[in-house]
């Protein structure tokens, strides 16, 4: 058994491989997982959990824990429906199940493990468990947990980790003969994830082969086929990390690449993030995930900009650094809040006012937002037309 604590080795290198695509309706897993979500499973703060239940392909979420909502089904509570995943209230309740990892699936702002998990993270160590972290702080450097891994013969894998070796941009980007579609946002936890991956679904069940790449842990938990946590990497490597993955699933034979970034370009906290996988992406198009809400999520003075304001941002960026214009393809709307009256008269005014489909990606899927995208990239973009420009200059 490989051990986390050998440094060369990259954690996310040992989670388990993905045996199903993410359109499968029946997918297989090669492990089983409780997620540790005390107290917040009901919150945005569980959006990793949330993330493995619905889109999850490295593990099979046997059960949750949250002691405030014991007996409910996990699916349910969150809005999407039963899943037949229990809540449990403790990880006596969960072995139950016979899971073979506990998954922290709490993503809190900081990256802290939340009081009261700690008891949790030993007792899963000691009961052979591996554990499994996207937070900030690294199980895997704690003496104590280290330990009882090592007692245990388990592993402790913390996905935040960055790869050995970075990389910073160099223009390799602009090989990648095929199209990228990369999903920007007014916020955090606004839905850009789940429309990548939406994307991705809507893709494969029109047989195109996509590949598409995970910014974030959730998406590295979930079973992204290329993927690194962004905010982890010093800022100088953000962008070429990004492009170095857009070039290696290319060279996989990809017909259609697909990211998202993380926050939003415009957020004072989390912006540079943002910013540098915009750059790495050399997108075609984007699309906008957007949730209404005025102040940012988690803070009481940031004001969330305006989608006008954001996009223009956007293409202006572009156009002075890669030195191309993107258009929007569409706006994937989080709904959650929203009643269906609501929701419908948000749309109507959107795709009025941007000329382009909007949808909510939970309930209708991300097939209208791939089509329109496919269409604008068929008719050629500002983007195809600058690279033949960059191609011929760097052959000199």
């Known amino acids: 058994m490989r051990s986390v604590m050998n440094e060369r080795i990259w954690p996310v290198e040992l989670l388990p491989k993905p045996i199903s695509k993410l359109s499968d309706p029946n997918p297989k897993y090669p492990a089983k997982a409780v997620i540790l979500a005390e107290g917040h499973w009901r919150d945005g703060f569980a959006k990793t959990g949330h993330g493995l239940l619905i889109h999850g392909r490295r593990y099979e979420i046997v059960a949750v824990i949250d002691s405030t909502l014991k007996g409910r089904d996990a699916g349910e509570v969150i809005g999407i429906g039963k899943k037949g995943v229990p809540i449990v209230s403790s990880l006596k309740d969960a072995l139950k199940f016979s899971p073979d990892a506990l998954i922290i699936g709490v993503a809190t702002i900081g990256g802290y493990l939340p009081e009261g998990y700690r008891e949790v993270v030993e007792e899963a160590l000691r009961k052979g468990l591996d554990v499994v972290s996207g937070l900030h702080y690294f199980l895997s450097e704690d003496p104590k947990l280290r330990r009882l891994a090592k007692r245990s013969s388990v592993k402790i894998i913390d996905v935040r980790k960055p790869p050995p070796e970075l990389k910073v941009l160099d223009e390799s980007g602009w090989s990648v003969d095929k199209p990228i579609i990369t999903v920007v946002g007014s916020d955090c936890e606004v839905g850009k994830r789940t429309t990548e991956i939406e994307l991705a679904i809507a893709a494969e069940e029109e047989g195109i082969e996509v590949g598409w790449i995970a910014t974030g842990q959730t998406g590295i938990l979930i079973g992204a086929e290329e993927g690194v946590v962004c905010d982890r990497l010093p800022s100088d490597f953000v962008a070429g990390e990004i492009e170095r993955r857009i070039v290696r699933l290319r060279e996989k034979g990809k017909e259609l690449i697909v990211t998202a970034t993380q926050g939003g370009i415009l957020h004072p906290a989390y912006g540079q993030v943002g910013l540098g996988i915009l750059y790495g992406s050399y997108p075609d198009v984007i699309i906008y995930a957007y949730a209404p809400r ?80 496919l269409r604008v990239i068929k008719k050629g973009t500002p983007k195809a037309e600058y690279r033949e420009y960059v191609l011929k200059s760097l052959k000199g």
């Open 294 to 373: 005025f102040f940012r999520k988690g803070f009481k003075t940031f004001k969330v900009p305006e989608i006008e304001v954001e996009l223009n941002m956007i293409r202006r960026l572009l156009i002075n650094s890669l030195g191309y214009d993107v258009p929007l393809t569409g706006i994937s709307v989080n709904a959650k809040g929203l009643t269906n009256k609501e929701f419908l008269r948000l749309k109507e005014e959107l795709e009025s006012r941007y000329e382009v489909p909007v949808v909510d990606v939970l309930k209708e899927g991300a097939r209208k937002l791939l089509e329109h995208s």
